[in-house]
């Protein structure tokens, strides 16, 4: 997983945990298998969020896709 992909996860971790939302909650409404949520946020297993999970994320945290991204660039891994 590169930098810039750790750092969208632990966004969207952070965001579920703020709003005690499990991983099945935040799959649901996403659209995904609870499986998927799991996978993503171990990072062992190359699943990784897409720009249209993002921007659907950023409707679910009601929030603006650019609050997963980093402020500034991040070195590549």
């Not at 499986?35 to 945290?61: C, D, M, P, Q, T």
Request: with cysteine; net charge positive; charged share 25%.
């Amino acid at each position: 997983m590169t930098p810039i992909e750790e750092h969208i996860v632990s966004q969207v971790k952070r965001k579920r945990q703020e709003k005690n939302m499990s991983q099945a909650e935040l799959a649901f409404q996403l659209g995904v298998s609870p499986g998927f949520i799991g996978n993503v946020e171990s990072g062992n297993y190359g699943k990784k969020y897409n720009l249209n999970h993002i921007n659907r994320l950023a409707r679910i945290f009601e929030c603006s896709p650019k609050d997963f991204l980093p402020e500034n660039c991040l070195p590549e891994s």
